[in-house]
């Protein structure tokens, strides 16, 4: 079966990408949210940087323990916990490429096999590594598109 190479290309594009966006958002621009109750651009990228590693580590748990129960967290406790607001954006966009970068290696060292693995999501069941993969490529581009709306 093999994985599609444009998925991995995704991944790593969709990291590059973001960095292009934010460096067209005018600092003015930053800690403006498109609409009631979403990130600003700098929350975003402190919420990529923060759940890029969660997400991995759903992957890495579920072929270290196949079945495994995952935890949750909630995204807007975090962002108040982590003070998103805050956070410095070339720091964070930093932070976020360089976790990414791990995932995609992690990501090409899997087999068909691998990408089969059962975990347990509290929320949405049983779900596959190839599911935690897919939602990265969902992620990246809902906040790509939130970026863009700030430009």
């Known amino acids: ?11 790593e594009k969709g990291a590059q990408a973001m960095g292009r966006v934010v460096a067209l958002i005018p600092d003015s621009s930053l800690d403006l949210s498109i609409a009631e109750g979403r990130f600003t651009p700098r929350e975003v ?3 990529l940087a923060d759940w890029e590693p969660i997400l991995r580590h759903r992957i890495e748990a579920a072929l ?3 079945g495994i129960l995952i935890a949750v967290y909630d995204e807007e406790q975090m962002a108040i916990d982590h003070a998103y607001q805050l956070s410095n954006v070339k720091e964070q966009l930093a932070l976020f490429i ?3 970068t791990k995932t995609v290696e ?6 068909d096999a691998d990408r089969l693995v059962p ?4 929320e949405s069941g ?3 590594v190839q599911d935690q993969i897919d939602m990265l490529l969902g992620h990246d581009l809902y906040h790509l598109e939130q970026l863009m709306a700030s430009l």
Do not use: D
């Open 45 to 47: 990228i402190a919420h």
């Open 126 to 128: 049983t779900m596959k």
């Open 64 to 66: 270290a323990q196949p």
């Open 106 to 111: 992690l990501v090409r060292s899997l087999n």
């Open 119 to 122: 975990y347990q999501h509290p």
């Open 1 to 11: 079966m093999g994985m599609h190479p444009y998925l991995v290309l995704g991944l």
């Open 98 to 100: 360089a976790e990414r």
